[in-house]
């Protein structure tokens, strides 16, 4: 039976490419095995962030996780804090991951890149040790994110080579499963970025009202020229519009580009603005009534019971194989 592992850091607003990249294909996941779903609450700590922030983006992502089709009778759902085990764990684990190869990490490079040695906590150089943690702590055997993420679960699997050649068969190998298309949403304002939560320009957020993501799609940064093709090099506007209409439709690009090959540029956005309407228009209709009944609460309790259980398990065999004493009768 796979164990399927995956969360979300609540930095900042969910956007559009969080969906397609990761959220939208969680559900699915619960019927192929045994899933738990977190809300990666100590690594939004890695930037600064304000509290009440840093609560509300959590609501949010809970809020989002049941709206997108998890069901906690079917997966578990909880806060990474709320299982003590992610932060004991890390601890361990952070004398098996060195300095030469978390200073290589594209996402510490890219979000440090402008600060000094004196403005980088400890916490954003050392982020992989504790994702290593979330993942192995539930023996997770697939691990869905978007493309930006696949670098920190292949760290993982180096730190389970080196672990377990030292120690023993003692973790288990995770691997991780990006989305055949949409695994990196591009910017709308600038298509060779990223379209990314902490940096809100050109991006469609979960919560924009429905006529603001269609005003944000219809003014989408296009490409010279006037033909809709499927070229993410030469045409990489055109391309991001037609990666998010294929993503929402389940179909490739290259079908898709077929569909508008005799369209203008406005009369193929305005279809694209469509396919994120019908999609997100239920989804946000879901979220609104699940962020006022508040219904998301005793989920996360009942997700934390059930997560620590497991997680436990492997930090007690973990804390046994290193040599740490038991205690225990
Ligand atoms: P931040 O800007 O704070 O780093 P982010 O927007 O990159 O945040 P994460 O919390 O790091 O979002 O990612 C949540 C999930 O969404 C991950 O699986 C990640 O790979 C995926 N994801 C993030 N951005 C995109 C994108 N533009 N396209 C596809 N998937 C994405
Ligand atoms: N780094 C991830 C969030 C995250 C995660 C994980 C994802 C923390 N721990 C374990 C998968 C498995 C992100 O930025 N989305």
Redesign the pocket.
């Known amino acids: 039976m796979e164990r399927i592992?995956?969360?979300?850091?609540p930095t900042g607003e969910l956007t559009l490419g969080n969906y397609i990249g990761a959220l939208r294909h969680f559900k699915d996941f619960q019927n192929r095995g045994d899933v738990y779903i977190f809300i990666?609450d100590l690594?939004a700590l890695t930037m600064p962030i304000e509290a009440e922030t840093l609560r509300n983006n959590s609501r949010d992502i809970a809020a989002f996780y049941l709206a997108s089709g998890l069901d906690p009778k079917r997966c578990t759902i909880f806060l990474q804090h709320t299982v003590p085990a992610h932060a004991e764990l890390n601890a361990i684990l952070q004398n098996y991951l060195y300095m030469g190869e978390l200073k290589r990490m594209t996402q510490f490079k890219d979000k440090c890149s402008k600060m000094n040695d004196n403005q980088i906590g400890l916490g954003i150089f050392a982020y992989p040790v504790l994702?290593a943690a979330?993942?192995l702590l539930y023996d997770a055997t697939i691990?869905p994110?978007g493309e930006d993420?696949v670098q920190?679960v292949e760290i993982t699997r180096d730190l389970v080579h080196r672990f377990n050649s030292r120690y023993g068969e003692v973790l288990v190998l995770p691997r991780a499963e990006v989305t055949k298309v949409g695994a990196r949403i591009m910017s709308l304002c600038d298509p060779s970025k990223k379209m990314s939560k902490s940096d809100p320009k050109g991006d469609i957020f979960l919560k924009d009202p429905l006529s603001v993501s269609r005003k944000k799609i219809m003014s989408a940064v296009t490409d010279s020229g006037s033909e809709v093709r499927f070229d993410p090099a030469a045409k990489p506007g055109i391309s991001n519009l037609l990666t998010i209409y294929a993503a929402l439709k389940d179909i490739t690009p290259q079908e898709a580009e077929k569909r508008f090959a005799k369209f203008r540029y406005g009369d193929f956005k305005k279809a694209v603005a469509e396919a994120v309407e019908e999609e997100l228009g239920p989804f946000k209709a879901r979220y609104e009534k699940i962020i006022a009944d508040r219904s998301y609460i005793s989920v996360l309790r009942d997700g934390a019971k059930k997560a620590s259980l497991v997680a436990a398990k492997t930090l007690r065999r973990v804390q046994k194989a290193v040599g740490l004493l038991s205690v225990d009768e």
């Not at 592992?5 to 850091?9: H, M, R």
Request: aromatic share 0%; no cysteine; charged share 15%.
């Open positions: 592992l995956s969360g979300i850091k990666a690594h994702m979330d993942i691990v994110v993420q920190h």
